[in-house]
């Protein structure tokens, strides 16, 4: 197993609400980045968080916003429900050396699944 | 990031080696290959990666062909807990901005 956690572990919403989900990354890691995984799909990338900014983003709108605490744990914020958001979001660290380059690859935690009704 | 092509789903007996390919061929001469697998509902699992070199660890043995186009993982002595989606993924060295970038991948069943 990783040393990255995530909670919680299974969360039901309806659509319109706001959801916040959390991951604590492994030890040594300073990056933090956030996947959508759809039932019957790959994971998509969503957004990377590294020096408590966003590092980089895949096609996702600006109602997916995330933060980075100064400990490198994060946060990814959905506002706005809709049906389609349900999904298992993955949480995955790294570590990016001060070259801003990928040294380890990265590691995922065990996910958030997201049911909105 | 260069595109993979993998099989669907393929299935192992159990005891026996598995083999599992992907196609890359886009691949330029910085990006890496790496396998993840992920077990139902699980998190995605990383196995191994390479350059150009072949690779082994505990879990598994990573060949890419001369012309790096081309690679295949190999569990050994597969078991039923090895049953699980197997994700190939082409990488640019030191790049990681952008995410990892997961197709369908080859749904790999070991049968009893």
């Known amino acids: 197993e990783t040393g990255v956690t995530q909670s919680p572990t299974h969360l039901i919403k309806t659509r319109g609400q706001q959801v916040t989900l959390r991951c604590s990354s492994q030890s040594g890691h300073n990056t933090v980045s956030w996947y959508q995984q759809a039932l019957g799909q790959g994971p998509q990338f969503i957004f990377q968080?590294?020096?408590?900014?966003?590092?980089g983003r895949g096609n996702f709108p600006p109602r997916f916003s995330g933060l980075q605490f100064p400990n490198y744990s994060s946060e990814l914020n959905v506002n706005a429900l809709e049906l389609d958001d349900s999904a298992l979001y993955l949480c995955?660290?790294?570590?990016?050396?001060?070259?801003?380059?990928?040294?380890?690859?990265?590691?995922f935690g065990p996910g958030t699944r997201l049911l909105v009704l | 990031d260069a595109k993979t092509t993998q099989p669907t789903s393929m299935d192992c007996a159990e005891g026996r080696a598995a083999n599992l390919p992907c196609n890359h061929s886009?691949?330029?001469?910085?990006?890496?290959v790496y396998w993840y697998r992920q077990i139902h509902s699980q998190g995605p699992q990383y196995i191994i990666h390479?350059?150009?070199n072949n690779e082994t660890n505990e879990m598994a043995s990573l060949i890419i062909t001369e012309d790096r186009k081309s690679s295949t993982l190999i569990l050994p002595h597969a078991t039923l807990r090895d049953t699980a989606v197997y994700y190939c993924?082409?990488?640019?060295?030191?790049?990681?901005?952008?995410?990892?970038?997961f197709g369908k991948g080859t749904h790999l069943i070991i049968q009893p």
């Open positions: 993924i082409v990488k640019l060295i030191g790049g990681g901005a952008d995410g990892l970038t």
């Open positions: 390479g350059l150009k």
């Open positions: 968080y590294y020096r408590e900014e966003e590092n």
């Open positions: 995955a660290s790294s570590l990016t050396n001060h070259h801003g380059r990928v040294e380890e690859t990265q590691y």
């Open positions: 886009t691949i330029s001469g910085n990006e890496y």
